[in-house]
């Protein structure tokens, strides 16, 4: 059975899919073909019906309607998150009047943006990648960095003044939902088992043997500096990542019923 898998090139994901790439985890009966995109690309993708299974934003997700989701491979975090950078002389209290770099319409950091800040209306959309430069060249005020920009904004002498893993520990106590990895509803219940463990096998192997994934990693990777690329895999691939379970769907239900309160996804 051919089925296409979507993946973003951010190491989490490259970390916990090599073993499953490179077939050390067993493909069953299944003939998988890997996609690798930016993830606004794959949100794109999977709101079209143009992938089997892939990796989304949380935000995406809840914009589906003919996708399930998987327990494993999701990014959730704890006290982590997005951050709103800028340069050193931003006034956030102007934030009303500022232009924001976001990475893609879909993506949970523009939810979050949108949930913390209601005022802000002229966005920007691009790819994460382009974000720190957009500040620097003046075209955008601020932006909102994902991945490993994450962790190097700083060598560019940018500053971040609004960090929503913390606003959202702060606002609900609860873990992040950031990413997941999703499915077509429309493959029968054991199509969706066996993948689900397959992707459970390949994010074990990975954290069982974590030297396995790291020249695929790095090799994809925006940031080639392996402390980087280290800090992003040692805060995203975590017990969550393995299994979800329900702490993990309580995160993403909360994420849903306060998006719906404020109008940014339609209850379906």
């Known amino acids: 059975m051919e089925v296409k898998i979507g993946l973003s090139t951010c190491p989490n994901d490259t970390y916990i899919l090599y073993p499953l790439i490179s077939k050390v985890i067993d493909w069953c009966c299944f003939d998988f073909e890997f996609v690798m995109q930016d993830v606004e690309t794959l949100n794109c993708m999977v709101l079209a019906s143009e992938i089997d299974v892939s990796k989304m934003s949380v935000y995406g997700y809840l914009q589906t309607t003919n996708y399930s989701l998987l327990n494993s491979g999701s990014a959730i975090g704890k006290a982590n998150g997005p951050l709103l950078i800028a340069k050193q002389e931003f006034d956030i209290n102007n ?7 976001i990475p893609g319409k879909n993506t949970t950091a523009h939810l979050l943006l949108s949930i913390a800040f209601p005022e802000i209306h002229k966005k920007q959309f691009m790819f ?3 974000i720190e430069n957009s500040i620097l060249s003046n075209k955008a005020n ?4 994902i991945h490993e920009t994450r962790f190097s904004f700083q060598k560019k002498n940018l500053k971040c003044f609004f960090d929503f893993g913390q606003f959202w520990e702060d606002k609900t106590g609860l873990a992040l939902p950031l990413g997941c990895f999703v499915i077509k509803s429309s493959f029968n219940q054991s199509v969706i088992q066996k993948i689900n463990q397959i992707l459970s096998d390949s994010v074990r192997y990975a954290i069982a043997n974590p030297s396995y994934s790291i020249e695929f990693v790095k090799k994809h990777a925006q940031e080639l500096d392996i402390d980087t690329i280290q800090n992003h895999i040692n ?4 017990d969550f990542t393995v299994n979800m379970g329900e702490t993990g769907q309580k995160s993403i239900n909360n994420l849903k019923k306060i998006a719906l309160k404020q109008k940014l996804i339609i209850k379906q």
């Open 95 to 101: 934030i009303s009047n500022s232009t924001i770099a």
């Open 128 to 130: 994460f990648n382009q």
């Open 142 to 145: 601020a932006g909102v960095i």
């Open 235 to 238: 805060m995203y691939v975590n």
